[in-house]
């Protein structure tokens, strides 16, 4: 048999029927991903299985440094096929790590390749991939269409034009690309320089001076209203903890000032910074009714030398084992209380937070909202079969999950898309097994609404995206459209 077959993973009839009837055939929305719009937007063609697979892939980089790979063959300078090579003289040492399953479900997916990669079938794999890049059907737009890819939402700064963005709406893409704002930058007051590099940038992109803390606010508001007016609704927050030590605005304008007087924020300060722009940017959401993520727990840049050298996001960040619950509670608490809580995805990055996280969903109900703070998918280093059992577990035995939005890639790859078929096998196989241990009844009526809802509906309804899932035609306005 071959290694990727029809019921990889599933290990029961039972979920091999829920994956194949109900899972398989639910379009994606990957709502939450670091693709770039750009290569969208121009429909890159990659030149070969180097660019489009190994490129930007720390995973890949961690494993190969771990295997005694020399740096060169990971970022350096060595020609790409060598590189390649490198890669897949490592993949037979990564058996149990899930490099191994994503290599084949990926190989198999995009190319139909079903041989092993090794030292040994690396050049006729490089072979066969190169010559179906080159064809319309594995462009970045030919891959969305071939994955039923309905939206895709990317992470972008608030200073960013969205110059791309606005050509894919205009033009006949059925997927839609739609932004999300990420404003880490605005909180780095601990860190003049940048910070003020970055609030010139802000000055240029919301055409206005920016001289005190009310004008840094007014103009994140107008990118905000920018970004809503481009069909975004979503925000992301990348924080190793909630902020939760509140200030008044007079602390807050004066920490700014001084920041931007080239003085550095304390990290008490920062924290006071950072919590009352939170606060900010929470009621900006809630008030246009976005949905807001909190990416937590995230121990970055742990190698100050291979920083320095290689910069951030190369491969040298762990799970933190920062306190969550009490900041995490405070702050949605301290919304609540002035009734400007958006709709909020938690993320967490430690395993050990799994039920922390789980209970915190229902301290926050949505008043007729379904799970309005929900319990996000298992996150990089959770994102394997493990890490998303534990997820799908913690969940089901504290929340709903019948009402869990599911699955995104959170991935800088277009090879990427079958994280969303590999969640999916998990799920089913979760339930197939309840099913016949007789845990869960076996009744169509109960787990294909579930099932579907998980892979896709869910996160269609509750995300309230403009239009996801109806094909571009229905987004160009119609003269009984305009009538209403
Ligand atoms: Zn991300």
């Known amino acids: 048999m071959k290694f990727i077959h029809e019921n990889f993973l599933l290990h029961t009839r039972t979920a091999a029927r829920l994956y194949h009837q109900y899972a398989e055939a639910e379009p994606i929305f990957d709502y939450h991903c670091h693709l770039s719009p750009q290569d969208i937007g121009e429909n890159r063609q990659f030149k070969n299985l180097f660019e489009i697979w190994l490129e930007g892939d720390h995973y890949k980089w961690r494993a190969m440094r771990a295997n005694g790979v020399p740096e060169r063959y990971c970022t350096g300078t060595t020609p790409p096929f060598e590189k390649f090579q490198a890669w ?23 190319f139909g390749i079903d041989e092993l990669l090794d030292e040994e079938s690396a050049a006729r794999i490089w072979k066969k991939a190169n010559e179906q890049l080159a064809t319309p059907e594995l462009s970045a737009q030919g891959i969305l269409k071939r994955f039923k890819v309905v939206a895709v939402c990317t992470t972008d700064d608030p200073t960013d034009t969205l110059e791309h963005h606005r050509a894919l709406a205009a033009s006949g893409l059925p997927t839609r690309v739609l932004p999300t704002f990420r404003p880490d930058k605005a909180l780095a007051v601990h860190q003049p320089a940048p910070f003020n590099a970055w609030v010139k940038r802000l000055e240029r992109a919301a055409d206005m001076e920016v001289r005190d803390l009310v004008q840094f606010l007014e103009a994140l508001q107008a990118r905000h209203e920018y970004f809503h007016a481009n069909g975004c609704r979503l925000s992301d927050h990348g924080l190793s903890q909630c902020y939760a030590d509140f200030c008044s605005v007079k602390t807050a304008a004066a920490i700014f000032a001084r920041a931007r007087r080239g003085r550095a924020a304390s990290p008490v300060e920062q924290a006071q910074f950072g919590t009352f722009m939170m606060l900010f940017f929470g009621r900006l959401d809630a008030d246009k009714n976005w949905t807001k993520q909190l990416h937590l727990g995230a121990l970055r840049n742990n190698n100050e030398r291979l920083l320095k050298q290689l910069g951030p996001d190369t491969g040298f960040d762990s799970i933190g084992d920062f306190p969550q619950g009490t900041a995490l509670a405070a702050y949605l608490n301290a919304l609540e209380r002035e009734r ?54 913690a969940l089901s035995n504290l929340g709903l999950l019948s009402r869990f939005v599911g699955m995104v890639t959170d991935s800088r790859s277009f090879m990427s898309y079958p994280r969303h078929e590999y969640f999916r096998r998990v799920l089913c196989n979760l339930i197939g097994r309840d099913v016949e241990q007789g845990e869960l009844p076996n009744d169509q009526k109960l787990l294909e609404p579930m099932i579907r809802n998980i892979c896709y509906r869910n996160a269609r309804q509750y995300l309230a995206v403009p239009e996801v899932g109806s094909g571009a035609k229905a987004r160009k306005p119609t003269t009984r459209r305009r009538a209403r």
């Open 88 to 110: 897949a003289a490592t993949v037979p040492h990564t058996l149990r790590n899930p490099l191994y399953h994503w290599t084949h479900l990926e190989l198999k997916r995009y």
């Open 340 to 393: 400007a809580l958006p709709k909020t995805i938690i993320y967490n990055l430690n395993p050990a937070d799994n039920y922390l996280f789980a209970t915190m969903l229902g301290n926050f109900p949505g008043d007729g909202i379904a799970a309005k703070v929900q319990m996000g998918s298992g996150w990089w280093f959770l994102d394997q079969k493990e890490g998303m059992e534990w997820q799908l577990n």
